[in-house]
């Protein structure tokens, strides 16, 4: 089985300021991650994702993540929020090739930010 | 390119209703999944359909039922509502059944309250 946990249902930080949204996961298999933002009243967009090529992920709008497997830790940085940043965003594992693309996504976490 | 289309957008139902939720996947993408999103949590996986069959099935009772069509469209069933039934249903399309070398895109989601 796999599970998702995202520390901090909400995060506020200062237009500027250094962003980081904690994931942490359990997967018996080794597994993919995956990090999506969602903006009100619409659906998941992708932003990056890690399929066990480089550790180091980078995706849209100056985000990026770690995978540390000796800390099942997958947590999202961005160096300096902008306002737009403002949405909630999910974690989410998928136990590689053996679940099709079956995600698992942790609660989820509203980042506000302020001017 | 027109993205994944779900209809209703919103739709209101009384306990014990059924109701059928519809997903057009992007042009050429053959896996179509379900995901069920309750306010305020993560979405959780409801089925994948690769090729018009089932490829996964996660924890929800039988009232809830899908299917692919020849054209790769699909639709969602759920029966004998609850109140409990009432969430975001969301729609996500892939090329391929894995997701290593390909991206789930979701839809708006379909807003179901039942009453």
């Known amino acids: 089985a796999q599970s998702v946990t995202q520390l901090g249902s909400h995060v506020s930080v200062s237009e500027g300021a250094l962003v980081l949204l904690r994931c942490n996961y359990s997967s018996s298999v080794p597994p993919y991650l995956f990090w999506y933002v969602q903006y009100p009243n619409q659906g998941l967009q992708l932003l990056l994702k890690?399929?066990?090529?480089?550790?180091l992920v980078k995706g849209i709008n100056g985000f990026e993540a770690e995978f540390k497997k000796s800390e099942t830790s997958f947590h999202l940085t961005k160096p300096s929020a902008h306002m737009s940043d403002a949405a909630e965003y999910f974690c989410a594992v998928s136990e590689g090739n053996n679940a099709g693309n079956m995600l698992t996504f942790g609660g989820g976490t509203r980042l506000m930010v302020k001017p | 390119d027109a993205g994944v289309t779900q209809s209703p957008t919103h739709l209101i139902k009384t306990r014990g209703q059924q109701v059928t939720l519809r997903c057009s996947p992007i042009?050429?993408?053959?896996?179509v999944s379900w995901y069920q999103q309750v306010l305020g949590q993560g979405p959780q996986f409801i089925f994948q359909y690769y090729e018009k069959e089932e490829r996964g099935r996660g924890n929800f009772p039988d009232r809830f039922s899908a299917r692919q069509f020849p054209n790769y469209s699909s639709e969602l069933n759920v029966n004998a509502l609850l109140l409990g039934d009432s969430a975001l249903y969301l729609c996500?399309?892939?090329?391929?059944?894995?997701?290593?070398?390909?991206?789930?895109?979701f839809g708006q989601g379909t807003r179901l309250t039942v009453v």
């Open positions: 996500a399309s892939s090329l391929g059944r894995h997701l290593r070398n390909t991206e789930a895109f």
């Open positions: 890690y399929t066990s090529a480089a550790t």
């Open positions: 042009s050429g993408h053959k896996s």
